[in-house]
């Protein structure tokens, strides 16, 4: 029986590439985003590698709802639009980014900082509080996508996904009792994505010798990750934080 899946952030990168590989195993996918022309082309391309626009039942397997997750009036108004096709086996919350532009002075900082709690946490935690009553219970699945930055440091974007994986931690407990799972995984170094724009071939090839694999990590690579889970046999998997960084920061017991 195919699942239903939401991913937030699903019209590029990382979110685009786990709507692709939840697919794959005959998931439904509905893609959370604000930019709605995003979200159409993505739906578009999703479709043709699914094999087509609708499952054997007719029905579209691809769907996006246009939201800005930092907003609770975008937030109610795309979660009553998910849920009354029915509950949420799946919720992967990849939405995010750094909005750290260096502003200048102490109410610089407050912009930066308000910027990036706003882009990273909120747009988490008012998706996920707005889905959690349609969480399938047991059996549901939650992912946050979080960030190397988030274990090793990084000014406010840091600290704003430390947050995300702090909450996953709590969340997992509260959740586990009813067969929920939660995670977050935590992506180093993964160029093909918008939040790297603009680097040159060079400079990728500079930040990847810097990893101890030597080389930079594949939107298929997190998505697999993901994958996993998500998937009915990881039940076992909760409240972690899987880092996959090339071995940049090493797991702590």
Known sequence: MARRAVISGGGTGIGRAIAARLLADGDEVVLVGRREHVLQAACEELRTRAG?????GGEDRVRYEVADLRHPADVERAASAITERGDVDV???????NFDTDRAGLSG????????????????VLLTESLLPSITRPGGRIVFVGSVAGVRGASSYGAAKAAVHNWSLWLGTKLAADGVTVNSVAPGFVPDTE????????DIAGRAASIPVGRPGALEEIAELVAHLVSPLAGFTTGQ????????VLGRG
């Open 195 to 202: 939040f790297w724009a603009g680097w040159s071939a060079d």
């Open 52 to 56: 087509g626009s609708s499952d054997a």
């Open 109 to 124: 900082v407050v912009e930066d900082w308000t910027a990036n709690f706003e882009g990273n946490v909120l747009t988490t």
């Open 241 to 248: 934080i899987v880092q996959i960084n090339g071995g940049v």
């Open 91 to 97: 919720l992967v919350a990849n939405a995010g980014g």
